[in-house]
Each structure stands twice: as C-alpha cells, then as structure tokens.
C-alpha cells in the first residue's frame, strides 16, 4: 500500500495516481452503497433531505445553491423526496411560482438512520483540507478537465446520481 511518505522520495507516476484516484473514487462508491442499503435512498436524495431540514422553507434555487447543483437537478431531487413523502412543498405566498420545502416525520426518521455525513464523505475530506492543498488540488484538476475535453457542466450532478 502507498502512503504519503512514498511521493516525497519517488517521482509520481501514471499507475500511482491511478491507483490514489480509484482509492477516492472507492470510498465514495462505498459510502454511497452505505447509505443506500441502510435506508433506501440514494446520497443525492439524502443530501437533499438534510439540506431541507436544516433550512425548514427553503426554496427550489437555494436547495440547488446549498448542494451547489444546477437547478433542474435540485427539481428532480425535489420529486423523488415528495413522491416518497419525506418532504412537502407550498408554494411562497407572496409569489406563487416559488416553492417553499420543509421535512415530514418520515423524512426526520430516514435522516435518524443515515450514517453521515448526509453532504458525502468527499466533500467532509475537502473540507479538512489546508486551503493551500485544495487550492493546488483545484488547479491540477482544471488542468486534468482540459485533457480529457471532459463537460464541465458534470460538475453541477452530484456523484451520487452519476
């Protein structure tokens, strides 16, 4: 096994950062069948009740800003929670074409039975990163984006829905 110690004395290699990649890519996939198999949800889903817990009234854009999703993907997530009866949206009262979300009892027991972190195990290691590694980790990403012509717009769908 390669520990952090191993890049200090030898060159990085294709293989080597292959294998780091698939070690993130890994214990992502692993919590996202986690928490599917506990409480039948996917992450994104999960993601998503949190968020409305935690902001009872919050509206379709700020769901979307909060998981920092596109709009339409936030609207699907919305579906999925109401037909499963997790959540109930009225619309606002002084503008009838927003929404406004809020948690049902359902929806407080299936967050009662996640293994957390509700947000993903990525974006929790992120956030303990130092500013200055992520900054670095940001800017050898966007040149790995270029590479591979990859859609940046894929950055807006969380990882659990892919």
Request: proline content about 6%; charged content about 20%.
């Amino acid at each position: 096994m390669l520990s952090l110690q191993d890049t200090s004395e030898h060159p990085a290699t294709t293989a080597q950062v292959l294998r780091r990649f698939r070690v993130v890519f890994n214990a992502v996939r692993s919590h996202f069948q986690q928490v599917e198999n506990q409480v039948g949800l996917g992450s994104a889903q999960v993601w998503a009740l949190s968020v409305v817990r935690d902001q009872p009234g919050i509206g379709m854009g700020g769901l979307a800003k909060g998981m920092d999703i596109h709009q339409s993907t936030a609207s699907n997530l919305v579906k999925a929670l109401l037909r499963k009866a997790l959540i109930r949206m009225d619309k606002a009262p002084e503008d009838w074409r927003n929404v406004r979300l809020h948690i049902l009892p359902s929806g407080i027991a299936v967050l009662d039975q996640v293994p957390g972190p509700f947000a993903g195990v990525l974006p929790l290691a992120l956030g303990k990163l130092p500013q200055a590694s992520l900054q670095r980790l940001d800017q050898d990403l966007a040149e790995l984006i270029v590479l591979l012509k990859a859609d940046e717009q894929a950055g807006g769908i969380p990882l659990a829905e892919q």
